[in-house]
């Protein structure tokens, strides 16, 4: 029987250790390739899950609500609805008033209202920086006693010797009032409208309007002559000057901003002549003209219209022979010729030259 011979148990080994002897051995060597495409793919999966993570907590963000921060301060009783426009603010909560309505007569068939109104706001408006209360011009409208609604300005017009504060949109504090003009334009024959401001509230403020005419003289001078027995109002910058001409000439007053006649752009002047034949103002021109009669190129010159003042008919000549251009009024009084001069110092008259000319005629008067 042949021998049995013992055998050693087979040591066992992992799988780690199996490589490590092979990695040291130097007699077998595992064969590795090389893969260049390996990284440039593993940046490219890479960089696409970054960048879709950060879209998606962007988005995440962007669903969260920001509960708004309390501030300081009273909480207004009242919160009228605010709506923005153009121009500004149109708001409830706002107190008007009509402080002054005037007419300006104006040529054509329409004359001008001129309104002056005051705001006061009475609530506060939720609106940011402390800001309360406002209003816009557009809220305004005016309407006749037959309901036609008249045309607003929005180009305010410059209306002489009146003062205008067109008014203007800004923000207003509780309590606190502001006050400017809004500017219609109205017919000749009617004298009665209703002023209406809208706000966004649907609160309408309804005002009885009839305006007073408006006297550009109102605050002018008044010179009063006893003697001659009249009066004539001149600007409240100018002051009145009596100039002797002679025992039978009589006295010349001048009107106007200085003495120094150098230092006058233009000035008024009055006169009064004897009349011991009563003549008329056309008369009176007549005879007056009868000296330049061979003078054809002054004649050619001379302009003459009929007018009215005081309620005389009277006799208005320009282009008389005179050391700068003049434009000159003769009205009758019993045996006297009154005589209203507007004289230009130096150059050619302007309308606004005549227009105070005008406006001093229309308030001249005799003494009763």
């Known amino acids: 029987m042949p021998e049995e011979i013992p055998t050693q148990p087979e040591e066992t080994k992992t799988v780690t250790e ?51 921060q309390p501030t300081e301060g009273p909480t207004p009783a009242i919160s009228p609805e605010v709506t923005p426009s153009a121009g500004g603010y149109r708001i409830a909560g706002i107190d008007l008033a009509v402080n002054k ?12 209202l001129v309104l002056t109104v005051t705001f006061a706001a009475n609530v506060e408006c939720p609106l940011p920086g402390g800001a309360v209360c ?7 409208r005016l309407v006749d006693e037959e309901g036609f609604v008249q045309d607003m300005l929005f180009s305010f017009p ?20 502001d006050k400017g ?18 706000s966004v509230g649907e609160t309408t403020e309804k005002i009885s309007i009839e305006p007073e005419l408006f006297d550009p003289t109102a605050n002018w001078k ?12 001149y600007p409240k910058e100018w002051q009145s000057f009596e100039v002797k001409e002679g025992p039978e000439a009589g006295i010349r007053v001048d009107f106007a901003e200085s003495e120094s006649f150098s230092e006058r752009e233009y000035w008024v002047w009055t006169k009064v002549n004897n009349n011991p034949d009563g003549l008329s103002a056309k008369q009176w021109v007549d005879k007056l003209l009868l000296q330049y009669s061979d003078q054809q190129a002054v004649i050619a010159g001379i302009k003459r219209e009929k007018d009215s003042v005081a309620d005389v008919e009277a006799e208005r000549v320009t282009g008389l022979p005179a050391m700068t251009e003049i434009v000159s009024v003769f009205i009758p009084k019993e045996k006297n010729i009154y ?28 003494s009763e």
């Not at 406002?134 to 305004?140: A, M, P, S, V, W």
């Not at 209306?159 to 509780?174: A, D, H, M």
């Not at 809004?182 to 409208?193: C, M, R």
């Not at 008044?222 to 109002?233: A, F, L």
């Open 18 to 68: 199996v490589v490590s002897e092979i990695e040291k051995s130097p007699e077998v060597q595992v064969p590795v390739k090389s893969k260049p495409w390996l990284k440039p793919l593993l940046f490219s999966i890479l960089g696409i899950i970054l960048a879709g993570g950060l879209v998606f907590a962007g988005y995440k963000l962007s669903q969260k609500k920001v509960s708004p």
């Open 101 to 112: 309505a005037l007419r300006v007569e104006r040529k054509g068939d329409k004359d001008l």
């Open 134 to 140: 406002g209003y816009d011009i557009r809220g305004f």
């Open 158 to 177: 410059t209306i002489k010797y009146l003062t205008t504060n067109p008014i203007s949109q800004r923000i207003l504090k509780l309590g606190e009032k």
């Open 181 to 198: 003009d809004v500017f219609f334009e109205i017919p000749k024959d009617k004298n009665k409208f209703f002023l209406t401001y809208s």
């Open 222 to 233: 008044t010179y009063t002559n006893t003697k001659y027995g009249y009066s004539i109002r």
């Open 339 to 366: 005589e209203i001069v507007l004289q230009k110092g130096v150059g050619i008259l302007s309308s606004e030259n005549k227009d105070t000319f005008n406006l001093m005629l229309s308030t001249f008067r005799f």
